[in-house]
Nanobody
Framework: QVQLVESGGGLVQAGGSLRLSCAASGSISASNVMGWYRQAPGKQRELVALITSDGSTNYADAVKGRFTVSRDNTKNTVYLQMNSLKPEDTTVYYC????????????WGQGTQVTVSS
């Protein structure tokens, strides 16, 4: 079992910044991928950014150049620095953990609301 605790969401004006954090605990694999998805009401959950335990990253086109994903492996924590926020970034953001060992299930955080006012 892996537990994910998110923090850092909130309300910000367009053009502003927020930083999300997600701390993982429990049975953490040395080789894993962590990151962020988001889901608007009535829509599918979509990838925002991922980072592997060795530092490889992947971003959705919509956030490239504005968001930066990073991690601290000593703390099993992943971060999402969100700059130049737009109203369309408003939604719930979910942390994701997935072991890269075969057959292991993935885990989701509880979600944190990000609201960008225009």
């Amino acid at each position: 079992q892996v537990q994910l605790v998110e923090s850092g969401g909130g309300l910000v004006q367009a053009g502003g910044s927020l930083r999300l954090s997600c701390a993982a605990s429990g049975s953490i694999s040395a080789s894993n991928v962590m990151g962020w998805y988001r889901q608007a009401p009535g829509k599918q959950r979509e990838l925002v950014a991922l980072i592997t335990s060795d530092g490889s990253t992947n971003y959705a086109d919509a956030v490239k150049g504005r968001f930066t994903v990073s991690r601290d492996n000593t703390k099993n924590t992943v971060y999402l620095q969100m700059n130049s926020l737009k109203p369309e970034d408003t939604t719930v953001y979910y942390c994701r953990y997935q072991s890269l060992l075969p057959g292991r299930q993935g885990y989701w955080g509880q979600g944190t609301q990000v609201t960008v006012s225009s």
